[in-house]
């Protein structure tokens, strides 16, 4: 197991959220008289956040993650049946899936961001093989304009002001923290790059997390066998790759060529 994976296996207790970000509702719109056809992989499933929703419409779904106190928390709420089922697997190596086994693939929450760039390569590789030739890939990832990254202030409540004087103290303890683990890199340096390995605010600074240029993600894709289709920010909007500068992720909807 490796760090990034420690990671998240200690803060399997953060993953409760149900709902669905905007460019999955998007997509969710884009595919809606398609999705009772569909064979779904949905890849770093985590707790489930996503199955709840595609599990009940599509004609297969298949969820998996690397951390195997992710999946053991699905097979709980969920169970298994027919058309429901979740493995504990490795995007890097989804050799017990044959070719062109599904008809679309989901990698959400920024996880392909949790590899080396070598690791990502081989991840999109990975997806190609298993990816039905006329079926679509769509994941997230961090753009590389979200650094520096900054941690915003709560507002004041007056109605519980000991309680808005303590968030704004932790605030404040982890702005300065962020100050001080960058204070030696220069931004326009690190924007200046194709994609950057880089260590935010999350997870209590534990995270090794891939940042990328827009335009070099939609580059990634090309040079991997991909076209992308669609470009969203995070309010759902559609953006051009070589033109955005988005200050936090984008989703990419693409396809086989």
């Known amino acids: 197991m490796d760090e990034n994976q420690r990671v998240y296996e200690r803060f399997i207790h953060e993953y409760t959220w149900r709902e669905l970000w905007p460019p999955e509702r998007a997509i969710l719109s884009r595919f809606k008289s398609r999705w009772h056809q569909i064979r779904m992989l949905d890849i770093g499933v985590g707790t489930g956040r996503t199955t709840y929703t595609f599990a009940a419409i599509t004609k297969e779904y298949v969820g998996i993650d690397y951390v195997p106190a992710m999946i053991e928390r699905c097979l709980r709420?969920?169970?298994?049946?027919?058309?429901?089922?979740?493995?504990?697997?490795?995007?890097?190596?989804?050799?017990?899936?044959?070719?062109?086994?599904?008809?679309?693939?989901?990698?959400?929450?920024?996880?392909?961001?949790?590899?080396?760039?070598?690791?990502?390569?081989?991840?999109?590789k990975e997806v190609h093989r298993v990816l039905d030739k006329k079926g679509h890939f769509f994941f997230s990832t961090h753009s590389i304009y979200e650094f520096p990254f900054r941690k915003k202030y709560p507002v004041f409540n007056t109605r519980n002001p000991l309680r808005s004087v303590y968030r704004w103290a932790y605030a404040a303890k982890h702005?300065?923290?962020?100050?001080?683990?960058?204070?030696?890199?220069?931004?326009?340096?690190?924007?200046?790059?194709?994609?950057?390995?880089?260590?935010?605010?999350?997870?209590?600074?534990?995270?090794?997390?891939?940042?990328?240029?827009?335009?070099?993600?939609a580059k990634q894709?090309?040079?991997?066998?991909?076209?992308?289709?669609?470009?969203?920010?995070?309010?759902?909007?559609?953006?051009?790759p070589r033109e955005t500068k988005e200050l936090s992720y984008l989703y990419f909807l693409c396809r086989p060529t």
């Open 221 to 240: 894709l090309e040079e991997t066998g991909f076209k992308t289709e669609c470009v969203y920010n995070r309010f759902g909007e559609d953006v051009d």
């Open 77 to 124: 709420i969920f169970g298994e049946n027919a058309s429901t089922r979740f493995y504990v697997c490795d995007a890097r190596d989804l050799s017990r899936f044959v070719e062109q086994s599904f008809d679309f693939v989901m990698f959400s929450w920024n996880g392909i961001d949790a590899v080396s760039h070598d690791e990502r390569m081989k991840i999109l």
């Open 175 to 217: 702005n300065l923290r962020l100050r001080w683990m960058y204070r030696h890199i220069d931004v326009h340096d690190i924007r200046k790059q194709q994609y950057a390995i880089l260590t935010p605010p999350d997870h209590r600074y534990q995270l090794k997390t891939y940042y990328v240029r827009p335009e070099y993600q």
